[in-house]
């Protein structure tokens, strides 16, 4: 063993912590650190909560909004339908009484 | 003197823009208690804008998109009643003296035969163009009044005649609208 080798092993020895190292490491950091992860989670876990029940109210309102204007839209267009059919009908009435009467006047 | 003629006036063009807007003839709600169905369309622009939304792109609804896109309202109200003799000819003759005024052309006058009934087509004309189609159409079971506000084309009429399920006929040659009566 030269004079580096010695030189290097005093420098590495193993060496025991003192009396009570770790306790107070564990009293100090321990639980401070412990508690504040758990309250992270916990506003984290809340949020997301807010945020997907927000979105999902959002979404069904959305849904349900299309769904009413679809509704309305349809009764709307029937009601058209409705009116232009009842004109048609008149009109078209209207139309071969005239022809009818176009007719007998040409017999005659 | 003039304050007079001037009010007078006034109260004319009034009352004639009252009647251009009117949905219906004045009158005509003492029917409803009578019949025993009712059918009542009410569509002004809006509602005519929003209900194009949801027309298909099949040939009937084109049509109808058509003769929607510039008018301002239909509105169609159709009384029906269990027998005849719900109504006199002289209420009938009563809505039809409402649109006698200026602004008003009596365009077509149908009588008809037993079971046929009478059909009245008037035009509200403004401005050298037509505003507006009223048909009023007296059957004996059946009463009904359809109203058109806005600029109504005769095309779109033949288009009426001719569609929405309805078998379309040739014009007649040598109709005589107003006041053909039989």
Redesign the interface.
Known sequence: MDEFERALMEALHREAAPEGFAERVVARAGPVKAGGRIWWKKRAFQWSLAAGLAATLLAGGLIEHRREQ?I???R??E?????????????????????E??RE??KQ | MKRILGAFLLSLLLAEAAMAQRKFPAGIEKFAARAEET?D?S?DKS??N??????SSRE?DQQ?RR??ASLEG???R?YEFNKPGAYTAAEIAALRQQFQGPGWSHI?S?R?KGS??D?D?FMHLGDGQIKGML?I?AEPQEL?F?N?LGPIKPED?KE????????Q???????Q?EG?S?
């Not at chain 2, 009426?160 to 078998?167: A, E, V, Y």
């Not at chain 2, 006929?169 to 109709?175: D, G, L, M, T, V």
């Open positions: 679809q309305r839209g349809e709307a267009r009601e058209l339908m409705l009116a232009l059919r009842i004109t048609g009908v008149k009109l078209h009435a209207v139309q071969e009484r005239l022809a009467m176009d006047g040409g | 059918t369309v569509l509602m005519l929003f209900a194009s939304k949801f027309l009937q109808a003769i929607i239909i509105y169609v159709s077509v149908v008809g046929d009934g059909t087509i048909i159409a009904t359809v058109i009429l009426l005649s001719g569609q929405f399920g309805i078998p006929i040739r014009s007649p040659k040598n109709a609208p053909k039989k």
